[in-house]
C-alpha cells in the first residue's frame, strides 16, 4: 500500500477527525457580534494556564498561503478579520480589505441573522476602532472567530454557513478525474494542504506533495494536475498526518527526522503495538510502561523470544506503518517509509539488539538509538547529529537491510577526533562489521 493510502485509510481511524472541508486550529478570541453589526463584547478564549494557550476549534479548512494573499471563511487572524496586527505588516492593508471583499461577496444575498450581523460589522469597521477597553491588545496576531450575542454557537457552525461553505467548495472544485490514491473519481487538489508539525520545518507548514514551478509543467498539467489526487483524499492523508505529528503516542524524533508510526488493528491491538514500538525506540515510553501490562511482553523481546510466541494475533494480524520525515528547501523529505506486519517489524528490531549487544552490556543495558546517535555528533550535540545518517540507519533496522557503511566510518572519526572508546561506539562498530560483513 502506498503512503498516502495508508494515511488516507488511518483518518478513518479518529472517531474525532474533523469532516471534509474543516480542520481543527487554535483560536484565541471570538468577537461576539449585534444584529446590527456592532461589537457586543470581544471573548477571550485562551486556557488560562500559564502559556494562555489558544483554544482548538473546528473551523472551515484553513487555505493554503503561498505568496498571495487568501482569507479564511468566517475566521483568520486580526491582520486579515480587523486589519490589526502587533508588528509593520505591510500587507495588513492588503489581507484585511481581500478579507471584506471575499466575504461580502460570500456573504451577498444571505438572510441568517449571524451572517447577516457579520456583513454589517464588515461594512462599517475600521481598524482604528481596535482600542480598550473593548478590545485588548493580546488579541492582534491572534485568530479569530464570530459569534451572535447571547447565543453559544459560533458563526461557522450554524446550518446556514455550513451550506454556504460547501456550496463555496463545489464552484471551487476543478473538473472530476480519477484520483490515484482512491480510484475514485472527483475533483482534484490543485495545492495539498499544509503539513504541520515537522521539526525544523516551516511553523506554517511544509508541503509533502507539490508542483508549485513551471519547471514542473508537464503535458500542459501544472500544479495538482500533474498527479491527480482527489481533494478528499489529498484531506484524509493530510489531516491523518497532522494528528500524528501532534501525538505523541505516535511520534518520535530520530535525528532530524519527525517519525510516526501507527498500526491497523482492533483499537486494543493497535494500542498494544504502538506502545511496544515507542518504547523500542524511546526511553521515556519505556519508563512510563514499568508498570504496564505489555512490560512483560518488552522484556521478553528483549531477551529474543519471538513475538508469535508471545502473542500470536499480535504477530500476524496487526499492520504497522512508519514513516520519517525531515524538512527541505521546497517540501518536506521522506526519510524512510515501512509498512509490513509488526512480527516482521519486531524480528528486525530484535536483529538490531543482537548486532549491537555487548558482554559485559553498557551501564544502560538496552540503550535507546538516539544514545548511539549522539556518539556521531560533534561535541555529542543532538543537534549535530549527521542528518541524513540518522535515516538511513533506522531505515536498514526496520527493514533488516545492510547498514550505511557511512556508519561505520563516521564512527572512526569520532574516535579519532576525541580518542574516545566506549561501549556504544564499540556496539555500533560490532553491528556494521557483523551484518555488513559476517564477521564475528
Not at 455550513?162 to 464552484?171: K, S, V
Request: charged share 25%; net charge neutral.
Amino acid at each position: 500500500m502506498s503512503l498516502l493510502a495508508a494515511l488516507a485509510r488511518a483518518y478513518d481511524r479518529f472517531p474525532d477527525a474533523p469532516p471534509y472541508g474543516f480542520s481543527t486550529e487554535k483560536i484565541g478570541f471570538c468577537v461576539a457580534l449585534n444584529p446590527d453589526g456592532s461589537v457586543a463584547e470581544v471573548i477571550d478564549l485562551r486556557e488560562t494556564d500559564k502559556k494562555r494557550s489558544p483554544k482548538l476549534l473546528l473551523v472551515p479548512q484553513a487555505v493554503k498561503r503561498t505568496a498571495g494573499i487568501a482569507p479564511n471563511f468566517l475566521w483568520d487572524k486580526s491582520a486579515y478579520v480587523l486589519g490589526v496586527t502587533a508588528g509593520e505588516g505591510k500587507r495588513t492593508a492588503e489581507e484585511h480589505a481581500k478579507f471584506r471583499e471575499k466575504h461580502l461577496e460570500w456573504l451577498a444575498g444571505t438572510d441568517d441573522d449571524g451572517l447577516l450581523a457579520l456583513r454589517r460589522f464588515l461594512e462599517n469597521w475600521q481598524p482604528g476602532a481596535f482600542a480598550p477597553p473593548l478590545w485588548q491588545d493580546e488579541a492582534r496576531d491572534q485568530n479569530l472567530v464570530f459569534r451572535l450575542a447571547g447565543e453559544w454557537e459560533y458563526l461557522h457552525d450554524r446550518p446556514a454557513a455550513r451550506a454556504l461553505w460547501n456550496r463555496i467548495g463545489a464552484e471551487a472544485a476543478s473538473d472530476p478525474q480519477i484520483c490515484l490514491v482512491t480510484g475514485n473519481l472527483g475533483p482534484v487538489a490543485r495545492l495539498h494542504p499544509s503539513i504541520k508539525g515537522v521539526w525544523g520545518a516551516q511553523s506554517s507548514g511544509a508541503s509533502l506533495i507539490s508542483f508549485n514551478l513551471d519547471a514542473f509543467t508537464s503535458y500542459g498539467h501544472d500544479q495538482g494536475d500533474n498527479a491527480p489526487v482527489s481533494e478528499a483524499a489529498a484531506f484524509a492523508y493530510t489531516t491523518a498526518l497532522n494528528r500524528f505529528l501532534a501525538d505523541r503516542n505516535h511520534r518520535l524524533q530520530i535525528g532530524d527526522s519527525s517519525t510516526v508510526f501507527w498500526a491497523e488493528a482492533t483499537a486494543d491491538e493497535a494500542d498494544e503495538a504502538e506502545n511496544l514500538f515507542s518504547a523500542y525506540f524511546d526511553p521515556t515510553s519505556e519508563e512510563k510502561l514499568q508498570t504496564g501490562r505489555i512490560k512483560d511482553k518488552l522484556d521478553a523481546i528483549r531477551s529474543g523470544t519471538r513475538l508469535n510466541e508471545l502473542a500470536p494475533r499480535l504477530a500476524e494480524g496487526v499492520r504497522f506503518y512508519v514513516l520519517g520525515l525531515a524538512p527541505n528547501a521546497a517540501r518536506l523529505s521522506v526519510r524512510f517509509w515501512w509498512s509490513s506486519d509488526f512480527g516482521a517489524l519486531t524480528a528486525n528490531y530484535q536483529r538490531y539488539l543482537s548486532d549491537t549487544d555487548l558482554n559485559p552490556p553498557p551501564r544502560d543495558h538496552w540503550p535507546p538509538l538516539w544514545r548511539y546517535l549522539v556518539e556521531l555528533a560533534v561535541l555529542g550535540k543532538r543537534e549535530n547529529v549527521p542528518p541524513l545518517l540518522a535515516g538511513e540507519w533506522m531505515r536498514a533496522i526496520l527493514t533488516g537491510a545492510p547498514y550505511p557503511l557511512t556508519l561505520l566510518s563516521t564512527t572512526l572519526m569520532r574516535i579519532r577526533a576525541d580518542g574516545e572508546v566506549n561501549a556504544h561506539r564499540a556496539a555500533i562498530l560490532k553491528s556494521v562489521l557483523l551484518r555488513n560483513f559476517k564477521s564475528q
